[in-house]
């Protein structure tokens, strides 16, 4: 490097004026996007649950109704909470606990590998849904807004 280069080098500044705009800009677009996501979600109580098995609906249960269910379900009900067992057809099986108090709605048994979707946190809100991979199994608000893509699992 010679020695005029070196002095060249020297007196430039950190960041050009074109750096200084790029950096700015990927700023303003986290700080957008970290409010977009946090403030658009859908916290309302929950107010009911719908079970799918692949693209079938086979159980359905608003808080204070009867719930409705296909005949690969099992329900069993009692003051505090509703057990829902649903077979997929195959020998699998998860059941579902719908505490009616709480209002929460969780997978507490699976036969599945892993048994990944019992770990999933209890459904309180419009906003997360729970889903069995292996069973093709999803657990959702029964008024969830298909238009919002804020969904958290």
Do not use: W
Not at 49 to 69: N, W
Not at 103 to 118: E, S, Y
Request: hydrophobic content about 40%.
């Amino acid at each position: 490097m010679s020695l005029k280069k070196i002095e060249q080098v020297k007196k430039d500044r950190g960041f050009k004026i074109f750096d200084l705009i790029v950096y700015g800009a990927v700023i303003v677009a986290v700080i957008v996007s970290f409010v977009v996501i946090f403030t658009t979600k859908n916290s309302d109580p929950l107010t009911g649950i719908r079970v799918y098995s692949g693209a079938q609906v086979v159980f359905e249960y608003a808080f204070g109704e009867k719930p409705t269910h296909s005949d690969s379900v099992t329900v069993e009900e009692n003051d505090a909470g509703i057990t829902v067992k649903v077979n997929d057809g195959d020998g699998g099986f998860n059941v579902i606990y719908i505490d009616k108090t709480a209002r929460t709605a969780k997978i507490v048994d699976a036969n599945c590998k892993g048994k990944d979707c019992a770990y999933f946190a209890p459904i309180d809100d419009n906003n997360k849904i729970i889903y069995c991979s292996p069973h093709g199994l999803r657990v959702e608000p029964l008024f969830r807004d298909l238009d919002s893509p804020n969904i958290i699992i």
